[in-house]
């Protein structure tokens, strides 16, 4: 099936007359004796559904962890690497892990120099965070180091790293997976079912399950993944253009323009180029705190993926790279229509330019 009929179609009960169409919320924690489970720290219902249509999704075997965090965690904690070869910049929540744990080294990798780099594991993202570099998967693959992605901003609707080589794939379920801003889970997609077991061991170990309200949710949200990304994609394609034309933007990173470094990566790797894009305004870091406050439609917040357009200026916090640029937005186009959108972007970038 095609990956918008698996949005739909996968992770559904048998059908029988009467019985409901979708999986119901399972409320529970002990369960009757006599099954494979037996307690639901084990394992849940309402998680299997997700991993079911996620891991058809992606081509591999998926496992649901109570939040992104939770998933990267116990993907480094298995695969015990004593080096891991990572962009120079990446999401700052990966790096802080990385960071605390001292006896990995760290070899960073510019994107096209993973073929060569020297490490246990290869850590990727892709597109990268906050600043949107494409890394060749297929290429950074080719050796037998084990290679993870993360690929929260690109979704399987727009790649499918195991396919081009991966071993794992990473995560944030909060954002595009569920795409409704309501709930926190991540997870981690293996080509090795062994491997998945050794990860779902280390979930019931450290108890980083998730809810079954949350797990409910994020399913729903599956059902129109294929549908939202792709209408926010279409947007961010718009929104791009335009801002690369008007004299308030001094640079548009987006994968789908053709000026983007990786442009021939992303779209040789990348089925849809997604809708998370960044810009940097002419005023640098004061125009982008202003345009971040002054917008009406698009939300000020640290977030992305939501079926509503969010923005901000990433160096506002203390944890994110020296190397992103302070005057670096980072937008997460939603579902809105386009003009609305533009219209709302275009009144903040023009106060920004009247306040200097």
């Known amino acids: 099936m095609q990956r918008a009929t698996i949005t739909v179609a996968a992770g559904r009960p048998d059908p029988t007359p009467d019985a409901p169409l979708n999986v119901p919320v399972e409320f529970a924690s002990a369960l009757v004796a006599g099954g494979d489970v037996g307690y639901t720290r084990h394992d849940a219902g309402n998680s299997r559904a997700f991993e079911q249509v996620l891991g058809a999704l992606e081509g591999g075997h998926a496992v649901l962890f109570a939040s992104g965090m939770a998933a990267i965690t116990a993907v480094l904690d298995v695969l015990a690497p004593a080096s891991v070869a990572r962009p120079p910049v990446f999401y700052s ?42 890394i060749d998967i297929t290429a950074a693959s080719s050796r037998d180091t084990p290679t993870v992605v993360d690929s929260t901003f690109a979704t ?15 995560h944030s379920v909060s954002k595009y997976l569920s ?71 001094q640079k548009v990173i987006w994968p789908g323009l053709a000026n983007h470094p990786d442009h021939a990566v992303a779209t040789r790797q990348m089925d849809v180029i997604g809708p998370m894009l960044s810009a940097i305004p002419t005023g640098g870091e004061s125009a982008a705190q202003a345009i971040s406050e002054s ?36 937008l997460s186009v939603g579902i809105e229509d386009v003009e609305d959108l533009w219209a709302d972007l275009r009144q903040a970038l023009e106060a920004a330019g009247s306040s200097r």
């Open 93 to 134: 929540g990966t790096r802080a892990v990385l960071d605390a744990r001292s006896h990995i080294r760290q070899v960073v990798c510019e994107p096209d120099a993973w073929i060569d780099a020297d490490a246990d594991l290869r850590w990727i993202e892709s597109p990268t965070n906050p600043d949107l570099r494409v």
């Open 156 to 170: 399987p609707i727009a790649q499918r790293p195991l396919a081009l080589g991966a071993e794992v794939v990473v």
């Open 179 to 249: 795409g409704h801003s309501d709930l926190i889970l991540g997870a981690a997609v293996c080509r090795d079912p062994e491997l998945a077991a050794r990860l779902r061991d280390h979930r019931e170990l450290t108890g980083a399950i998730a809810g079954p309200m949350e797990a409910w949710l994020a399913l729903r949200g599956m059902r129109t993944l294929d549908v939202r990304f792709r209408r926010a994609a279409d947007n961010a394609r718009v929104l791009a253009e335009r801002l690369s034309g008007h004299a308030g933007v």
């Open 295 to 330: 917008t009406r439609l698009w939300t000020h917040a640290t977030s992305l993926g939501g079926v509503e357009s969010t923005l901000e200026r990433r160096r506002r916090h203390r944890f994110e790279s020296p190397l992103v640029d302070p005057g670096l937005l980072r």
